[in-house]
């Protein structure tokens, strides 16, 4: 082969590498999320991908324009408090190397107080009876529910058995260092789960959470690059249990719809920056239900338990305990059993002026007294 076309082949593939590389550099936020909310105090949290460390000389960050933090080297994160009224802001992280702006990138908040005219098609009501003792009631008919919204009965325009309505759902799996036992099992059980729940309508996403949070897949209705993703993780580290729930309801915000959450976690919390009664109130108020795997015996005695069975009941979840990792999979089968079997009822409220205003939501059947409901708190609007 000529030489120059040689040299010349030599130099593209050179170029080309040095192409990609500067393509795939990148700041990845972790925390806040991006067209959220940044309410009281949150972390600041990024990361730099595929940077050369030794090229960096500061990194610096902004809020609306002001300076609000240097960095002469990772981790890069840090706490603000933003205050307690929503309203619109950006953060801005620059990244300085020797030649000057190596990276930049701007996130913004979403300030959902703002008042505008909002048309929600449909609120979504999952809705499980049960009698006096337990039992589900299963044959129930669109006739038999009333639905009120702040104590205004609201007409149902859809019913429909669980199966029958397709859901977005988030897979919590706790990848601490005190998993190192368990996580084969958890792992085993939830894959047996996703093949037997996720249907071609459905999608999942998988988020491992340590004293960070990832968010290793976005939704789809793949299993098999689910259970791809649960074949790498490692657990390490501390827990941060508060934060992953706080960051997978915000994944949810603008997805209309059956939303539904599972945690699997086996220990306290010891390392959120999110409090839990905050997160009791965020999930009272989203727009998805959590379930919740834990151990009911910890060093904290009752405390950590009753956290987290307000967190699940907040939301119109279950929390299921556990003293043997070998129940895990019975667990799995139940939550299974209760996204089946639910009553999806769904109404159109009417386009009104607000202020994102929370509405509470009650579900009665008429002309019986000796049922049990399970349903979510209320939805905004």
């Known amino acids: 082969m000529n030489r120059k076309i040689i040299c010349l082949l030599i130099f593209l593939s050179l170029a080309s590498g040095l192409l ?7 700041i990845r936020f972790i925390f806040p999320l ?3 909310t940044w309410l009281g105090v949150q972390r600041i949290h990024f990361e730099l991908r595929n940077v050369d460390p030794k090229k960096v000389i500061s990194v610096e960050v902004f809020l609306d324009g002001k300076f609000l933090r240097e960095f002469k080297s990772p981790p890069y994160d840090f706490s603000y408090d933003f205050g ?3 309203k619109k802001s950006s953060i801005r992280v620059v990244v300085y190397g020797s030649r ?36 589900m ?11 009120l919204a702040d104590g205004v009965e609201q007409k149902i325009n859809s019913y429909s058995r669980g199966g029958g309505v397709d859901f977005h759902l988030a897979l919590l799996i706790d990848i601490s260092s005190s998993m190192s036992d368990k996580i084969g099992k958890v792992r085993d059980a939830a894959t047996i789960f996703l093949k037997q729940v996720l249907t071609k309508k459905d999608e999942a996403c998988l988020i491992f959470f340590n004293h960070d949070t990832f968010e290793d897949t976005d939704f789809t209705n793949n299993v098999d690059d689910l259970i791809n ?4 993780i490692f657990p390490y580290g501390k ?7 706080a960051h997978s309801l915000k994944l949810f ?121 399970r349903t979510i708190k209320g939805y905004f609007y």
Do not use: C
């Not at 009631?137 to 639905?147: A, G, P, Q, R, S």
């Open 84 to 86: 307690q009224v929503p």
């Open 239 to 245: 827990t941060a249990l508060y934060d992953a729930v």
């Open 253 to 373: 915000r603008g997805i209309q719809g059956r939303n539904i959450v599972i945690l699997y976690t086996d220990g306290e919390d010891n390392s959120s920056y999110i409090d839990p009664y905050t997160l009791i109130k965020q999930a009272e108020r989203s727009n998805a239900v959590i379930y919740s795997i834990g151990p009911k015996v910890h060093q904290f005695g009752d405390m950590y338990w009753e956290l987290l069975k307000e967190i699940s009941a907040s939301s119109g979840g279950l929390t299921f305990s556990f003293t043997n990792i070998d129940q895990i999979e019975g667990f799995y089968g139940k939550i299974k059993q209760d996204i089946k079997t639910q009553y999806i009822l769904q109404f159109s409220p009417k386009a009104i002026k607000k202020l994102n205003r929370f509405r509470k939501i009650s579900v009665k059947l008429k002309d019986r007294k000796d049922y049990n409901i």
């Open 137 to 147: 009631l299963t044959h129930l008919k669109e006739e038999d529910f009333i639905i």
């Open 20 to 26: 990609y590389a500067a393509a795939s550099q990148q």
């Open 34 to 36: 991006n067209e959220g």
């Open 100 to 135: 000057g702006v190596l990276l930049k990138k701007s996130i913004s908040s979403y300030p959902y107080d703002a008042v505008e005219e909002v048309h929600v098609l449909q609120v979504v009501v999952p809705v499980v009876v049960t009698d006096n003792k337990g039992n």
């Open 229 to 232: 993703s649960m074949s790498m």
